[in-house]
């Protein structure tokens, strides 16, 4: 059972490394040996438990996966989809700010060799930026059933703008500019919300977030 | 003369061939030896023109800066500038989907080692999207000055959204979706013009671009 615990602690701090390494030098420069020395893992026992740089992509991206669901997921059932969006951006960008395996999974910007790969490797799946999408266009549906979206704010748009505007915020918030990152959401918000939510309901949507809902870890 | 104009257009090939290989492969990996090949020029030939793989990437940063000018100058005289901004976006977008130099300079994504050093290497003005950030910035601070943005809408916070929105519609468009990409800039003028266009001045602007200004090509 010890033995079984120390092997996951190991294999995530192997994860880790491996993005770090991946998002600093890109997932095709990055050697073996330095995600090893990063890790302080010996190259027998990186070996041991992923059998080669692919695997240990694919290992980023499903923990990378996984860590996303546990943003969205949890939001489901709150019953203000518009609200569960926008607390879901600020977790979002939190996470591309500090955590190196939600960031090279989300392949912004110098981890894309690692992402393309681990997309096509792992299938539709494993891309982390559709999985965003696909649940933020459902929030948009969500947020019309409620009768909480604008009149004439077609879902589909509207998601494209929202994921569109995350992701560069991701990219441009790298170069530590205070307007985009995690800084940036709030601002973005208080300018979106006005545009998309319905009359009557704009009072009650909190664009800086309601801290309702904080995701947890994943397993 | 000939011989000069032999020499101008053997550098344009080996800076679209320099782009087309940074993009391909980021700045760090790729070589000297495939530019070389895949502008068709000898190796030689590459050195004589440019010393090095920076001397490189500062000609492609040069040269999509000065593309980028093409598409903004232009439209300062324009006299509105909200809509001078939804054309800028439209020829951007085309830019970035098309032109490989535009795309590496503006380091979308796998460039990405090739934008960070040609920032660092060449200073300020050779980044692309601090140069239409600041530009975007502009245009919606006139448009506030002509009355037609919208009443509390912050040109900064404005700005911010729409950098970050075509900052992701190009890394997303590269994967060929069809709701980024130059594709899905109509759709999205059509989501963000009536928050950001005063009243009275909405029904004046085009989402899908005047037409009325083409981006000639810089020499």
């Given amino acids: 059972m010890v033995k079984q615990e120390r092997a996951a602690r190991t294999r995530e701090v192997l994860v880790r490394a491996a993005a770090e390494v991946f998002a600093e030098e890109g ?3 990055a050697s073996i040996a330095a995600i090893s020395k990063r890790a302080g893992v010996s ?8 059998g080669n740089k692919t695997a240990l992509a694919e290992a980023v ?3 990378a996966s996984a860590t996303l669901r546990t943003i969205t997921v949890s939001r489901v059932s709150d019953g203000n989809a518009l609200q569960a969006l926008v607390d879901s951006t600020h977790e979002l960008m939190e996470l591309l700010a500090r955590d190196p395996v939600v960031n090279a999974g989300f392949g912004l910007c110098a981890g894309t060799g690692a992402v393309t790969l681990t997309a096509r490797g792992g299938g539709a799946g494993w891309d982390l930026r559709v999985q965003w999408q696909r649940w933020v266009e459902g929030m948009f549906r969500a947020a019309q059933r409620e009768g909480r979206l604008a009149e004439g704010v077609s879902p589909q748009a509207a998601a494209a703008a929202v994921v569109a505007a995350m992701v560069g915020f991701g990219v441009l918030g790298a170069g530590g500019s205070r307007r985009f990152g995690p800084s940036g959401v709030t601002p973005y918000w208080q300018l979106m919300l006005p545009r998309l939510a319905a009359q009557g309901s704009l ?7 309601s801290g309702a809902v904080r ?3 994943p397993h």
Same sequence: chains 1, 2.
């Fill in 27 to 29: 997932f095709v420069t």
């Fill in 43 to 50: 190259a027998g026992g990186l070996h041991f438990h992923f």
């Fill in 61 to 63: 991206a499903r923990r």
């Fill in 203 to 209: 009072g009650e949507l909190i664009p800086a977030g």
């Fill in 215 to 217: 995701a947890s870890q």
